[in-house]
């Protein structure tokens, strides 16, 4: 309790004056770890940049010793006793993972005999005063800390290598049940928004999302990042309500709030317990309908999303993946940015309030969104609601905007694009490839043949420049979701002195693959039984039930999609994977990124003759 108090969220006492008031921290948390022999309590602040961190750690120091010596108030604590409450029913909606049903009563063996003491810890925190989670703080927190600081660009080099048994296998498992999945309830209010609902009972919570037919691609004709900018602004200040008070009324609420965008999509959504469900949907309904779009906030955001993409230019992969879209596809085309949707610095420094009032105008409206309910709920208990507080809201005068994908002008030769990071120890590739929708007849071939030559642990690119070469620590490929032609990564960080055999590998198991060595039909198997067996931990959460609805909606999907998963899943053929991999791979269209130390791998890369090679800055821009 002390821990969520001091660092648990944006109403936290950490939080409010590093992030907030002084605005010396990007990030600050604090809480409590158990463990059998003894526990752990720690805070963590992301100093922000330019700020001398002893700063950061007075100020965290000056708030610990107040609360040790006034304890939390009784606001405060009736608050994060409801918020502990609803995380820990969100935790029981899955089977098993870090605080799933397993994990509950595997903790309560481990440390108290008895799986079932989670009722009694429960009770202890309901019950809970001011004046003993003071206590229990100034016994704990007030001698004994140790500091650490962490800083960026340190060096490490890789250790001895050391042998390993894996000979033993694992435990087979004869039968798989058929996955479960809801009926799907329709309904439509008044004003004409179509509501989708899954009735999951069993736990007093309920899962609310609009979808939105927005998405980094209503970036077109914007500055870069409108859209996941704005969607993540949301919460930052209504008509009403400011910041803090939108984060105190979602905690005292029990209530999770998150909104934001991919490629094709935007969305706004509450998980929300049920007996305060009401209250729950009332402000989800003033974030949606009513941002205010402050001014101050909109600058403290703008400094952490800007912080942001500096952090992504120093990750070799996030480097890669902001700077491979605009090569694949072409930069006028509506796919042709950075993949993570955070725009660029010029474009989020030149953001007004202006630019997010105009893109919550044209695309967070009505006539624009779904609305998808899972948990809890049935028809007739919570389109009253949903009409109460989303049913009288109305499009504004302007029409309602549509966005189009356009087919990717094609690469007419394989191209290579090198970055420098001087003194890297290992270079990271990744080739990029555009390939056919996810609306496409054979989306489940397609991902066959990608697990089979990259997409798992057991695929050959992996097995080959990990477990076979060493010269990496994994290699995987995916094909990402999308409405139109949708992109198709690989990526293999490896070795620096390595790179240029990687690439020779990469490259001929891919011609391999669509040549003399095609997918075999053991390897298919094994990737459908792998998708079968996972089926069942699938679909275990509110959220993972909403997800697959919404790729229903977005992708024309039948609503039976996902209850029939497992027989078409089961239904592929050898030769349909195999004709899948000879339509969609297409080596000489490949664009390969690569960022390393120039130094040492340039020359050779050039020396493979792979395509026509440039060199590019952090931005993308090329320099020769």
Not at 74 to 98: S, Y
Request: net charge negative; hydrophobic share 40%.
């Amino acid at each position: 309790l002390a821990g969520e108090v001091l660092g648990g969220g944006k109403t936290s006492r950490l939080y409010q004056r590093l992030v907030y008031r002084e605005q010396i921290a990007d990030t600050v948390s604090a809480g409590q770890t158990s463990l059998e022999i003894a526990g752990l309590f720690g805070i963590t602040a992301d100093v922000k940049a330019g700020v001398a961190p002893e700063r950061v750690e007075r100020a965290i120091e000056e708030e610990l010793q107040s609360f040790i010596a006034n304890g939390p108030g009784e606001g405060d604590l009736e608050r994060i006793k409801t918020t502990i409450r609803a995380n820990f029913l969100r935790g029981l909606e899955r089977i098993g993972g870090f605080g799933g049903k397993a994990d509950v009563l595997a903790a309560c063996e481990v440390y108290a005999g008895n799986p079932g003491c989670y009722a009694q810890s429960l009770k202890i925190i309901e019950a809970a005063t001011p004046e003993q989670v003071r206590a229990a703080a100034e016994r704990w927190l007030s001698k004994g800390d140790y500091t650490l600081e962490v800083l960026p660009e340190a060096q490490y080099q890789h250790a001895a290598a050391s042998a390993v048994d894996r000979s033993t296998g694992v435990p087979q498992t004869a039968s798989f049940p058929a996955v479960e999945f809801p009926e799907l309830e329709r309904a439509t209010l008044k004003n004409g928004i179509p509501v989708v609902i899954a009735n999951r009972p069993g736990l007093p919570l309920l899962r609310v999302s609009l979808l939105f037919n927005a998405g980094y691609v209503a970036d077109q004709e914007r500055k870069l990042g409108t859209s996941s900018f704005t969607m993540s602004m949301l919460d930052e200040g209504t008509r009403k309500l400011d910041s803090l008070e939108i984060a105190e009324k979602s905690e005292s609420l029990g209530a999770g709030l998150a909104a934001g965008s991919s490629l094709d999509t935007s969305f706004a959504a509450l998980s929300a317990l049920k007996e305060n469900l009401d209250d729950s949907l009332d402000l989800l309904a003033e974030i949606v309908r009513h941002p205010a779009f402050p001014e101050k906030e909109i600058d403290r955001v703008r400094k952490q999303w800007v912080a942001g993409i500096a952090r992504e230019k120093t990750s070799p992969d996030s480097l890669a993946l902001r700077v491979l879209p605009p090569l694949m596809y072409g930069e006028t085309h509506p796919y042709g940015m950075p993949l993570s949707g955070s725009g660029t610095e010029a474009s989020i420094a030149s953001l007004t309030r202006d630019d997010l009032l105009a893109f919550h105008r044209d695309w967070i409206r009505p006539d624009n969104t779904t609305l998808i309910v899972t948990g809890d709920a049935t028809a007739e208990g919570i389109v009253p609601l949903l009409e109460k507080h989303f049913g009288d809201w109305r499009p504004p005068a302007s029409p309602k905007p549509t966005h189009s994908v356009p087919a990717a002008k094609r690469a007419e030769a394989a191209r290579v694009f090198l970055i420098d990071k001087p003194g890297a120890i290992q270079s990271n590739i990744l080739v990029g490839q555009v390939m056919a929708s996810s609306r496409a007849h054979n989306q489940l071939e397609m991902e066959t043949m990608n697990d089979v030559l990259a997409g798992t642990f057991t695929s050959r690119i992996n097995m080959n420049l990990r477990e076979d070469k060493h010269w990496s620590y994994g290699a995987r490929a995916s094909l990402i979701d999308a409405s139109g032609e949708r992109p198709w990564l690989l990526s293999a960080p490896v070795q620096t002195d390595k790179t240029r055999e990687a690439i020779i590998e990469i490259r001929r198991e891919i011609d391999e693959y669509l040549g003399a060595h095609p997918a075999t039909d053991e390897e298919i198997d094994k990737i459908k039984n792998r998708e079968v067996r996972s089926l069942s931990g699938g679909f275990e959460t509110n959220s993972s039930v909403s997800q697959a609805i919404a790729q229903m909606i977005i992708f024309d999907r039948p609503d039976d999609y996902v209850r029939t998963l497992k027989t078409r899943i089961e239904a592929q053929t050898g030769d349909a994977v195999r004709a899948a991999a000879r339509d969609s791979l297409r080596p000489d269209e490949m664009t390969w990124v690569i960022v390393g130390d120039l130094e040492q791998i340039e020359q050779p890369v050039r020396e493979l003759g792979l395509g026509e090679v440039h060199v590019l800055d952090t931005d993308g821009q090329r320099l020769r």
